[in-house]
């Protein structure tokens, strides 16, 4: 189960659905930038007081809520394309059908995870956002650029630790809840914990090998990454299929 052998079975099964797992990603971008506008309409409209701050709370739940369902539904239609090389636009919309309120519990819990393990990162973004290069880390005053570049660098290093040491041992949880929608949240956590002893490093290897990917995405402003969206969301579930084993569609 090298990274080479995932992304090369990936590719392969791409080449007959290919237009198709491109359409889907459209449609998810699509979706997510509207989700993303309602939000930032809702935020903008709200009066600044107790109840349109409870109000743009409670819209933003909601919101994140839609995304989780849309993402994990994005998931089993991977899911599905690894397995079988083929799916369906109403695969997008699992999340919708059944046992809601478990998955978004679910997705909270991994949300608060992934943010944990990205704090130092995310600490610096704030501070830099606020103060510029000249701000303090942890209350370390940095002087010169030099200075908070060697922070910076030490803030990505230390996350990307934290998301390898804690984080990828839950990676698997969504596509757990997908093939046994009986478990609870916590029971997928587990199970996923389960599964990635001894993985780790695998998966880590598996999502750097993305990076050119990555940086492509970024240069082209989002644009190249619908392209590459199913290549990299069909790998992933090959490795979660040969990682446990269930290789039909049902799980079983």
């Known amino acids: 189960m090298t990274s080479f052998s995932l992304k090369a079975r990936s590719r ?3 080449i007959d659905c290919y237009a198709f797992a491109v359409f889907a990603s ?3 971008s699509v979706l997510n930038i509207v989700l993303f506008c309602l939000g930032d309409l809702a935020s903008f409209s709200s009066r600044r007081n107790i109840v349109g701050s409870s109000l743009n709370l409670l819209i933003s739940l909601i919101l994140f809520a839609v995304s989780t369902l849309l993402q994990t539904g994005y998931c089993f239609l991977s899911l599905n394309i690894a397995r079988t090389g083929h799916a369906r636009i109403r695969d997008l919309f699992l999340g919708f059908r059944y046992h809601t309120g478990r998955l978004v519990l679910l997705s909270m819990a ?3 995870i992934k943010y944990l393990c990205a704090f130092p ?3 610096l ?3 830099f956002l606020l103060q510029g290069t000249r701000t303090s880390m942890f209350g370390v005053s940095l002087s010169s650029d030099l200075q908070f570049a060697g922070i910076a660098i030490l803030c990505l290093l230390v996350s990307a ?10 990676d698997q949880a969504l596509f757990l809840f997908i093939d046994h929608q009986d478990y609870s949240f916590l029971q997928c956590l587990r199970e996923s914990r389960r599964m990635m002893y001894g993985h ?3 998966l880590f290897v598996l999502n750097l090998s993305f990076i050119g990917y990555w940086v492509l995405s970024i240069l082209s402003l989002g644009t190249a990454y619908i392209c590459v969206k199913p290549y990299i969301a069909v790998t992933k579930a ?4 040969e990682l446990s084993g269930q290789r039909d569609p049902y799980g079983t």
Not at 238 to 241: K, S
């Open 110 to 112: 991994l949300t608060v």
């Open 26 to 28: 459209i449609i998810m």
């Open 200 to 202: 780790r490093i695998q």
């Open 161 to 170: 630790l934290l998301y390898g040491v804690f984080y990828l041992l839950y």
């Open 121 to 123: 990162l995310v600490y």
């Open 12 to 14: 392969a099964i791409l």
């Open 238 to 241: 090959l490795f979660y299929v």
């Open 125 to 127: 973004i704030f501070a």
